[in-house]
Structure formats: structure tokens, C-alpha cells
């Protein structure tokens, strides 16, 4: 006799050799990540880097704080990296890597790269990755503001809450 309730099971996606996923408190390197994209095969290297803005909607903005929740933030980027390979199924490398911690003015928060034979689809796939992170993967951001008469005030934000309320965090 069963009891009627189901398993539930979660696929565990394993990233494919020549891919690079990390979160990671380090400086993001364009030169690393563009170098983990190449591939003798590859037409083109196409690169999304974020970088910390000095201001949100007006507000001054000194820094941001990223935090995620390591295990399943990469998860989603390896979901990321198989479902560009069933879209565009020449491509030969995914890269993302994120930030956490807190980041100055300037500093690169992310960095996306896709290595292709073609831009096109390079391109597309590139996209496709920084959206799809910024909407499903667990990472939030701390806003740090300076008001004119120096107090600092702070907000958290879910960095897929910007996507939803059409902001561009």
C-alpha cells in the first residue's frame, strides 16, 4: 500500500569541462574570464562585465554588497550553460563568475563570456546567460547610499527584482 505522496527529485547538472561557474569574494579578471571563453574553434568571445555604478534611480550610490546562496547559484549556472547549448548548440564555452562581498565604485560584479564559431549566436547566448542569472540565480545586493549630509543609509535588493520591476540594477 503507498501512502499516495511522490519523491520529489532534483536534478544535479554537472558543468562541462572547458565551462568556468565560481562565486567568489576575489577581483574579477576581463583577462582570466576571456581566456576561459576561448577556444581554437571559436569565431568569437562575446563579454558582458557589470560593474558597480555610482548612482540608482538618482540616488548616490558609494557601494554595493552582494551576498548568494553559493550551492544553488551555481546550480543555475550550470542550468544556464545546458540550456544555451540546447539553443545554440555550437557554442564551446560558458563562463560566469560572480561576486560577493562588498564592492567599491567601478569595481566588476560579474562577468559573463560565451565562445562560439559565431558571433550571432555568441551574442544571443551571452545574453541569454546575464538575463537568466540576474533573474533566477540567489543573489542580492546591498544599495550603500550617502545623503548630502553624510549619513549612510542601505537597502537590499534581490538583483532578479530589478529584471521584474524593469529597473537595469
Not at 557601494?63 to 545546458?82: H, K, N, R
Request: charged share 20%; aromatic share 8%; with cysteine.
Amino acid at each position: 500500500m503507498t501512502s499516495g505522496l511522490t519523491s520529489t527529485h532534483i536534478a544535479v547538472i554537472k558543468p562541462r569541462v572547458e565551462d568556468s561557474f565560481a562565486i567568489t569574494f576575489a577581483p574579477l579578471s576581463i583577462d582570466e574570464i576571456y581566456h576561459k571563453a576561448n577556444d581554437p574553434a571559436n569565431g568569437a568571445v562575446v563579454m558582458m562585465s557589470g560593474t558597480v555604478r555610482n548612482q540608482t534611480d538618482g540616488q548616490p550610490v558609494i557601494a554595493l554588497e552582494y551576498q548568494a546562496y553559493e550551492p544553488m547559484a551555481l546550480q543555475v549556472f550550470y542550468q544556464i550553460a545546458a540550456d544555451i547549448r540546447k539553443q545554440w548548440s555550437d557554442v564551446n564555452r560558458v563562463v560566469i563568475h560572480h561576486r560577493i562581498g562588498r564592492l567599491q565604485i567601478g569595481e566588476i560584479s560579474v562577468l559573463v563570456a560565451v565562445g562560439s564559431p559565431h558571433r550571432s549566436e555568441a551574442f544571443a547566448a551571452c545574453r541569454y546567460a546575464i538575463d537568466t542569472l540576474k533573474h533566477n540565480a540567489p543573489i542580492w545586493k546591498k544599495e550603500w547610499y550617502s545623503s548630502q549630509d553624510g549619513t549612510l543609509s542601505s537597502s537590499w535588493v534581490s538583483i532578479g527584482a530589478c529584471e521584474q520591476s524593469g529597473e537595469n540594477c
